[in-house]
């Protein structure tokens, strides 16, 4: 079973509609992180947000908002006002101790987003 | 700071061929890692490193070597290629719970 689920593979939507991504998690860890990341189509991955276990409070940074819910163990990414910019693949990613207690991330398969003008 | 570097940006090799794939990084991270990119499958591990001297295995490390002798580098060395190998190679740093740091990746071409 995949530690880091995002189910939609392809989101297409035309500028200016709000679009959420689904990233649902699986994990025993009381102590993990997450993460979201862009990849536009130059290639490079960038980083969005960080979350620890701990800190359940949603987060606003402009047009990108985040709600991670423990109960239903998902960390969901809403663009509201999509622009044509924020075309690109984004991932979704779970950090938790591996064998000898290190924490290297997990990642999901990503949701290619196409914002369309 | 130059972050995560790779080399070669680019590569294509013939079935059997053996290359390294170099990765550094100046931000004294102890977790360095390698991931590859396949369409539709996201970024999945090959190998990771805690600290030099030691080094695992991550989900896909068949076909693949690590070593890290140093803080600073970890290369990634494919023995024998293969066309499945064919793939975008990212390697990444880290510190405990912090996010990843990816260098630029490398195209690698198996034919």
Known sequence: AQKVTQAQTEISVVEKEDVTLDCVYETRDTTYYLFWYKQPPSGELVFLIRRNSFDEQNEISGRYSWNFQKSTSSFNFTITASQVVDSAVYFCALSEARAGGSYIPTFGRGTSLIVHP | ?111
């Open chain 2, 1 to 111: 700071n130059a972050g995560v570097t790779q080399t070669p940006k680019f590569q294509v090799l013939k079935t059997g061929q053996s290359m390294t794939l170099q990765c550094a990084q100046d931000m004294n991270h102890e977790y360095m890692s390698w991931y590859r990119q396949d369409p539709g499958m996201g970024l999945r591990l090959i190998h990771y490193s805690v600290g030099a001297g030691i080094t695992d295995q991550g989900e896909v490390p068949n076909g693949y070597n690590v070593s890290r002798s140093t803080t600073e580098d970890f290369p990634l060395r494919l023995l024998s290629a293969a066309p499945s190998q064919t793939s975008v190679y990212f390697c990444a740093s880290s510190s405990t719970g912090s996010e990843q740091y990816f260098g630029p990746g490398t195209r690698l071409t198996v034919t």
